[in-house]
């Protein structure tokens, strides 16, 4: 009698442990849950009121396309959760892509980053990047509707090459318009991306707003 009511005992104290170890595990997994929701939930907040601080901040204002649809239609514009910045590509016939990031917050910024097959020689070629960077845009000019002075530009950028063609150097700001708001072009970058395939990388500038 005394050996059954020893096992009836011990099978109670498993069971209230058992079940005491399952309440603190499934305790344990809602307070994991709520922490990281919470800690989701206060990033989210924090994300939003961040890209409300910068848009109310910025001078500029929201990105449009600059791309006439008409002229090169394989185009997409898409705007950037921050509803300030955009990204806008065009695909041509002959496999070259040319994106364009519309950004700035003080300064109003189009940053062209033409990557192409048809042009070809050693990046630290830097008149012959410069000569090539003017003729890609001369030909995209037609198909561009920004509030910048390209024309005025491209004379600029033609003017420094030619009075220095010996001395041309990636990120010289080139000045070509302005009195009371300066506005500035720069070839940025020049990159190999393939055995035959190149990249080059030029900026308008216009600012401080």
Request: proline share 2%; charged share 25%.
């Amino acid at each position: 009698m005394k050996r059954h009511i020893y096992i009836l005992i011990f099978g109670l104290t498993l069971g209230l442990i058992a079940c005491n170890s399952s309440a603190d595990k499934q305790a344990k997994y809602e307070n994991k849950s709520v922490s990281v929701d919470s800690i989701k939930k206060t990033e989210t907040q924090n994300e939003t009121a961040s890209v409300k601080d910068l848009r109310e901040d910025c001078v500029r204002g929201q990105a449009e396309p600059i791309i006439k649809k008409t002229v090169f239609p394989n185009t997409k514009f898409i705007l950037q959760p921050d509803s300030l910045t955009a990204i806008e590509t065009v695909n041509f016939d002959n496999g070259d892509k040319l994106t364009i990031r519309n950004w700035g917050c003080e300064y109003y910024v189009l940053t062209f980053r033409f990557e192409t097959s048809r042009f070809q020689a050693d990046t630290k070629a830097m008149k012959y990047w410069y000569v090539t960077t003017y003729r890609i845009l001369k030909e995209m000019q037609k198909g561009i509707d920004a509030p910048v002075e390209i024309e005025k530009g491209l004379q600029a950028l033609n003017s420094h090459i030619s009075k220095n063609v010996f001395d041309l150097k990636l990120q010289t700001e080139i000045d070509f318009a302005g009195d009371e708001i300066r506005e500035f072009i720069t070839v940025e970058q020049i990159e190999k991306l393939t055995d035959n395939k190149f990249a080059i990388t030029v900026s308008f500038t216009t600012g401080p707003l």
